[in-house]
């Protein structure tokens, strides 16, 4: 039905920025109708919703990375995005993609997120 394929994960340094992308494939709707969110979970800890963009491009963020984090969509690239910025060790986690829309919630594979020195 909905496939998302996130990428851009990596190892960076404390301070640092990664750009991660969300590349999501649907079938019955269009891209532009789903609201994208991007989640992250630690091991040995609860999934975390990091940050949402809605259909209309409305935004919201969790407090852990309000100010560092922008995510944003281009509904032209079926793509969403989130840019971390100012990273902190504690931001480590595998960060997966989420689709909300009007046939349900889909989610993606997960790409790993590692800020050491």
């Known amino acids: 039905q909905v496939q998302l394929v996130e990428s851009g994960g990596g190892l960076v340094q404390p301070g640092g920025s990664l750009r991660l992308s969300c590349a999501v494939t649907t079938t019955r709707y269009g891209f532009r109708f789903y609201a994208m969110r991007w989640y992250r979970q630690a091991p040995e800890k609860a999934r975390e919703w990091v940050a949402v963009?809605?259909?209309?491009?409305?935004?919201n963020y969790g407090d852990s990375v309000k100010g560092r984090f922008t995510i944003s969509r281009d509904n032209a690239a079926n793509t969403a995005y989130l840019q971390m910025n100012s990273l902190k060790p504690e931001d480590t986690a595998v960060y997966l993609c989420?689709?909300?829309?009007?046939?349900?919630?889909?989610w993606g594979q997960g790409t790993q997120v590692t800020v050491s020195s």
């Open positions: 989420n689709a909300q829309g009007p046939d349900g919630d889909y």
């Open positions: 963009v809605s259909v209309h491009n409305g935004t």
